[in-house]
């Protein structure tokens, strides 16, 4: 079955739509010029209401939340964006110092371009990395643009990632491609925001329930 999460959450009732329409787990960006911004103080109240099998993911920009935070948002991981600092070597090493479990995020287009220097620093982070997310983030923009990267070209380096790595898909998922996304890429799981929000920073619960249906669907087809 594949791994699904409903990102961007900001409030209970949409994290209850995404926990009873089969998501696995929900994403709490702390990353503040996002519009999906929520504080640790919201999240703390959200989570205590979800079943505790629901899987809570902060996503953080640049440097990571500390353990002390995961614990007191309740937090089960830290889904982690690079910054140009962070791609260094250095930093890439630094990466088995982070809480676990780690969801390392980075964009398509950095890694088709090899900006990040080749795979050499995966060894020192494979324990403490669960998965790789993927998406079609920039710089400028941190995280999905909700636009899709280019599948089919990105298809050899997925699999060369996954490997090693869980893979996890994002950038641009919504209801309808979603299932032509896992036939080409075959992710351990995917990640959807905007492509089921009603507006940024609110879901749409007809649109969540249709992404759990299609990427169920599709798991039963193959």
Not at 144 to 157: E, M, Q, R
Not at 196 to 217: I, L, N, S, Y
Request: charged residues 25%; contains cysteine; glycine residues 8%.
């Amino acid at each position: 079955m594949t791994w699904i999460k409903i990102c961007g959450i900001t409030n209970l009732e949409d994290a209850l739509t995404a926990v009873d329409a089969g998501a696995d787990a929900l994403g709490f960006v702390f990353y503040e010029k996002s519009p999906r911004y929520i504080h640790p103080e919201e999240v703390r109240a959200i989570v205590s209401r979800l079943p505790a099998t629901t899987e809570r993911v902060g996503v953080c920009v640049g440097s990571p939340i500390s353990k002390r935070f995961l614990g007191y948002a309740k937090l089960t991981a830290v889904q982690l964006y690079p910054t140009a600092r962070s791609l260094r070597g250095q930093s890439l090493r630094d990466l088995v110092g982070i809480p676990d479990p780690i969801i390392y995020a980075m964009s398509v287009d950095q890694l088709l371009d090899c900006r990040i220097g080749g795979f050499d620093w995966w060894p020192h982070a494979r324990k403490a990395i669960r998965a790789v997310l993927l998406d079609s983030g920039t710089p400028q923009r941190p995280g999905g643009t909700g636009i899709p990267f280019d599948w089919s070209k990105a298809a050899p380096l997925v699999s060369q990632i996954a490997n090693d790595f869980n893979v996890i898909l994002a950038g641009g998922l919504t209801p309808d491609n979603v299932a032509e996304s896992m036939r080409i890429l075959n992710p351990w799981g995917v990640d959807v925001a905007s492509g089921v929000e009603a507006r940024p920073g609110r879901k749409d619960p007809d649109k969540v329930r249709a992404f759990v249906a299609a990427v169920r669907q599709e798991d039963k087809r193959s």
